[in-house]
């Protein structure tokens, strides 16, 4: 494959991506994180993988900033612990390791915002699982279909691709849009 079709490979996803979301339901999903912020809760984010990494680029970009200055907003990472991933990996199973850390960082109100291509992480399912019995607001963002996660999510981004390389590649431009939009919702608000 040449890297222009890869890259055409690339377009063609985000636009199909595009036109399968809604301006409502991204619409919704800025106002529900920006009402997560304004009452002064969290979000957690987590993933695995490439998406554990997309989890810690997304709090950088809410706790830093993203393009506008601002106060820091409560967003946490839930795969840049390593005392806490790996000690309760080894103790109790790897499937729990989200879920444990909602128990402990989520609160009614807040929101958990969780990646698998798939949407099918065992870990991440418990997190949601975990996240909707305490009264928090989910959000997938995964490949085609959703997955398990799909019935677990108030609000779903269920890239329309089996590829994971263009499924994360529409994820960081979903994400990327996110941080903008709600950084300027709360910018002159904070």
């Not at 691709?161 to 910018?187: F, G, M, W």
Request: aromatic fraction near 8%; glycine fraction near 10%.
């Amino acid at each position: 494959m040449s890297l222009r079709t890869y890259f055409e490979d690339s377009a063609s996803v985000l636009a199909s991506a595009a036109a399968s979301w809604n301006e409502e339901l991204i619409a919704a999903a800025i106002a529900a994180v920006s009402g997560v912020f304004r009452r002064g809760k969290t979000l957690l984010v987590c993933g695995n993988g490439g998406s554990a990494s997309d989890a810690m680029h997304i709090t950088g970009e809410l706790v830093g900033r993203f393009l506008l200055e601002r106060k820091a907003l409560r967003a946490i990472c839930l795969t840049s612990n390593p005392s806490v991933l790996t000690a309760w990996a080894n103790d109790s199973g790897y499937d729990s390791v989200f879920s444990r850390q909602v128990e402990a960082y989520g609160e009614p109100g807040g929101a958990l915002l969780g990646l698998s291509t798939s949407g099918n992480s065992k870990n991440v399912i418990m997190a949601f699982e975990k996240a909707r019995s305490m009264g928090m607001t989910t959000i997938a963002l995964t490949g085609d279909g959703g997955g398990e996660l799909a019935a677990l999510s108030d609000f779903l981004f269920a890239v329309p691709s089996r590829s994971t390389p263009l499924i994360q590649q529409a994820h960081v431009c979903l994400y990327h849009y996110l941080c903008q939009e709600v950084e300027k919702n709360l910018a002159t608000r904070l």
